[in-house]
């Protein structure tokens, strides 16, 4: 079946500092894939996708590329601010979407 | 402002009381869904809509019930509500031929409290 697992957080770094969250896939087929962020007490805001293999999602500064050969779609920035403090899903879709179980990142000054 | 509307946004009920979190969207979108959060669990799907009419259990259906009223509304129904359902609810809507280009939008959530 389709699933996602994520590297497990929270995950803590200083303001200016690279990031990588880990995410990788188990699917049949050819799923899009996608990150979502949320904000403390707000919802799921889409933050980037890709839907197909070798694609970047990007937006804000965050980049993934969808690999299919290692079925990963890996989170990434090169200088996190303290404003990107919160909760980061991956995600895939199949006859639903299916997430992971989130990451949360907090940036301190 | 465009998007899904959830209400209330925070509820305590006491173990047995009943209450329905009601969900509007205004995008048009054929297709619902209620999850739940807890923590180290991620988003798990109650149930869902694919389009007005019909409803389909997810993962957890099990203490639930929906109604898709009409397009723009679907809420989901707590008949006895139990400690276990204390969670964070959230709906979401999605077009379901762009679902793979446009993921699904999200309401602000509803805090649920069981005692």
């Known amino acids: 079946g389709n699933s996602v697992t994520q590297m497990e957080g929270p995950v803590t770094l200083s303001e200016e500092a690279f990031l990588t969250i880990n995410c990788t896939y188990t699917?049949?087929?050819?799923?899009?894939l996608f990150w979502y962020v949320q904000y403390p007490g707000e919802g799921l805001q889409l933050l980037l996708k890709a839907t197909k293999a070798d694609d970047k999602g990007s937006n804000k500064g965050f980049e993934a590329t969808y690999r299919k050969e290692t079925t990963s779609f890996h989170l990434e920035k090169g200088s996190v601010q303290v404003s990107d403090s919160a909760v980061y899903f991956c995600a895939l879709t199949g006859n639903q979407f299916y997430f992971g179980t989130g990451t949360s990142l907090t940036v301190i000054p | 402002n465009a998007g899904v509307t959830q209400t209330p946004k925070f509820q305590v009920l006491k173990t047995g009381q009943s209450m329905t979190l009601q969900c509007a969207q205004d995008?048009?979108?054929?297709?619902m869904y209620w999850y739940r959060q807890d923590p180290g669990m991620g988003l798990r799907l109650i149930y869902y809509?694919?389009?007005?009419?019909?409803?389909d259990k997810g993962e957890v259906p099990n203490g639930y019930n929906v109604s898709r009223l009409n397009k723009r509304e679907f809420s989901l129904r707590l008949e006895s509500a139990a400690p276990s359902q204390t969670s964070v609810y959230f709906c979401?809507?999605?077009?379901?031929?762009?679902?793979?280009?446009?993921?699904?939008?999200f309401g602000s959530g509803t805090r649920l409290t069981v005692v």
């Open positions: 995008m048009n979108h054929n297709s």
């Open positions: 979401a809507s999605s077009e379901e031929g762009s679902r793979i280009y446009y993921g699904y939008t």
């Open positions: 809509s694919a389009s007005e009419g019909t409803t």
């Open positions: 699917a049949t087929g050819y799923p899009s």
